[in-house]
């Protein structure tokens, strides 16, 4: 199965900053889905097919990459995105997650 | 709006069969897409277990092939997942999520349900 490593654990950042994590696989994926999830609540569709916003989502984020290396960016970080993100692939079954970068606000 | 409902019981013994209801509202299950079941353990990782598609068709991931059983009631629009002899280590929260065909993208989520056996 292919494994998802995603960097780093944990991001601290203050408002108004400028932030990247990644997401590698073990092998080419043909894209990478992203998910938000905060506590006590299910994991939010963020984006997908590498790069797409989902209905909702605030243009500060974005996401690219290919092949094994996929990123989301936050161009100015605000109170509110202080979650986890998660990768996914979709590529080959079984379908696998990230474990997870925390982002968390100054 | 599309909306999931897992149920089913909180407690399960070792060795025993996990079984869980997803109750959809607002979709037929039958029109399209795939319906799935995703766990996500204490400290958080996360596992795809499997899906039905609205075709009947089913898929699973191949460390749970031989004990994950999903169907499904067209009338009620539910779907269910069935896991055999489980152990302590599937100490979950319980997803089922509606999945694209062809992307496997999660756009919906039920709550949850947490599952712990013991």
């Known amino acids: 199965q292919i494994v998802l490593s995603q960097s780093p654990a944990i991001l601290s950042a203050s408002p108004g900053e400028k932030v990247t994590m990644t997401c590698r696989a073990s092998?080419?994926?043909?894209?990478m889905h992203w998910y938000q999830q905060k506590p006590g609540s299910s994991p939010e569709p963020w984006i997908y097919?590498?790069?797409n916003l989902a209905s909702g989502v605030p243009p500060r984020f974005s996401g690219g990459g290919s092949g094994t290396s996929y990123s989301l960016t936050i161009s100015r970080v605000e109170a509110e995105d202080a979650a986890t993100y998660y990768c996914q692939q979709w590529s080959s079954n079984p379908f696998t997650f990230g474990s997870g970068t925390k982002l968390e606000i100054k | 709006d599309v909306q999931l409902q897992e149920s089913g019981p909180g407690l399960v013994k070792p060795s025993q069969s996990l079984s869980l209801t997803c109750t959809v509202t607002g979709y037929s299950i039958t029109s399209d897409y795939a319906w799935n079941w995703i766990r996500q353990f204490p400290g958080n990782k996360m596992e795809w277990m499997g899906y039905i598609r609205s075709s009947g068709s089913t898929s699973y991931s191949p460390s749970l092939k031989s004990r994950i059983s999903i169907t499904r009631d067209t009338s009620k629009n539910q779907f269910f997942l069935q896991l055999t002899s489980v152990t302590t280590e599937e100490t979950a929260t319980y997803y089922c999520?509606?999945?694209?065909?062809?992307?496997?993208?999660?756009?919906?989520w039920g709550q949850g349900t947490q599952v712990t056996v013991s």
């Open positions: 097919a590498t790069s």
């Open positions: 999520a509606r999945g694209s065909t062809a992307t496997a993208w999660f756009a919906y």
């Open positions: 092998s080419d994926v043909r894209y």
